[in-house]
């Protein structure tokens, strides 16, 4: 994490947080990182959309990107695809009308974002330019899980995505949506284990019985390097080997690049156009 630049042996791999739609500030990040190296990649830790103004340019830009770019998928890209899908409502302020009125691909055989973002995986396990593996997610990491398990249920998750088959949305119960919660959805933990998901503020206004999931004690990832966004109100912050980067840029606050090899972060402030009113 702390390797000088010159031990890395490939491009630097910047983990970019929660853009939300948010392009003008996307592509100021995108220009001033590829400034300090054009071979730069980059990895996506989910919410490309919601909220912000220009959520399909976020989708575009991302994409045009090519292999350059990887991608997980949050709790906000699953909305617009379950919207889609037409099992979930858009709600006021998603601001994801463009995405939906180009759903279908024109030609036919042209690119959308549909098609794109469903492939996308929901846990990554990336090497950095020195070969130390990190464990990228959106929100969270189950402290009982492995990481052959998150990969695991992952997969299993994609799968479904990808048939179709959207029983599992917003439902617990289901392993495949229980996996969604953790990895899209997680801040804390009651004192059982089970979800406090009600709890989405800053950790000091948090009653003593509900953990951050990232402090549950015997974590089982908690010697792997690890990176999560999703938490605006928590920020940037570095907990032992997990660092979380959502420093809430589309209320005003930046977006933050981590460099997995270099752990150094270059941020940007929100630009006045992309920014929205947080009531
Ligand atoms: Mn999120």
Not at 63 to 74: E, H, P, T, Y
Request: a negative charge.
């Amino acid at each position: 994490m702390n390797s000088p630049t010159t031990e890395q042996e490939g491009p630097d791999t910047w983990v970019i947080g929660d853009v939300h739609g948010c392009h003008s500030t996307l592509k100021k990040l995108l220009d001033s990182l590829l400034e300090i190296d054009l071979d730069s990649r980059f990895v996506f830790v989910g919410d490309l959309v919601g909220k912000g103004p220009a959520s399909l340019e976020v989708l575009k830009t991302v994409d045009s990107l090519g292999d350059r770019a990887q991608v997980i998928l949050g709790n906000h890209d699953l909305h617009l695809l379950a919207v889609h899908a037409q099992v979930a409502k858009s709600r006021p302020g998603d601001l994801l009308e463009p995405c939906l009125e180009e759903a279908e691909p024109s030609p036919p055989s042209s690119w959308c974002w549909v098609r794109w973002l469903e492939q996308k995986p929901l846990a990554l396990l990336q090497s950095d330019s020195t070969g130390t593996p990190w464990l990228l997610v959106h929100a969270g990491i189950h402290p009982q899980w492995s990481v052959a398990e998150v990969l695991i249920r992952a997969e299993s998750l994609s799968h479904r995505l990808r048939s179709g088959d959207w029983s599992w949305y917003r439902n617990i119960t289901d392993p495949d949506g229980y996996t969604a919660a953790i990895l899209t959805r997680l801040r804390g933990f009651n004192a059982d284990l089970s979800l406090a998901d009600q709890w989405t503020g800053h950790p000091s206004s948090w009653p003593p019985s509900v953990t951050p999931w990232f402090q549950i004690e015997n974590r089982l990832t908690r010697e792997h390097a690890s990176v999560s966004g999703h938490w605006a109100a928590l920020g940037l912050v570095r907990h032992e080997k997990h660092i979380s980067i959502d420093a809430g840029c589309v209320y005003g606050g930046d977006l933050v690049a981590f460099s997995l090899a270099g752990g150094r972060t270059h941020r940007i402030a929100c630009l006045p156009e992309d920014r929205i009113d947080q009531d």
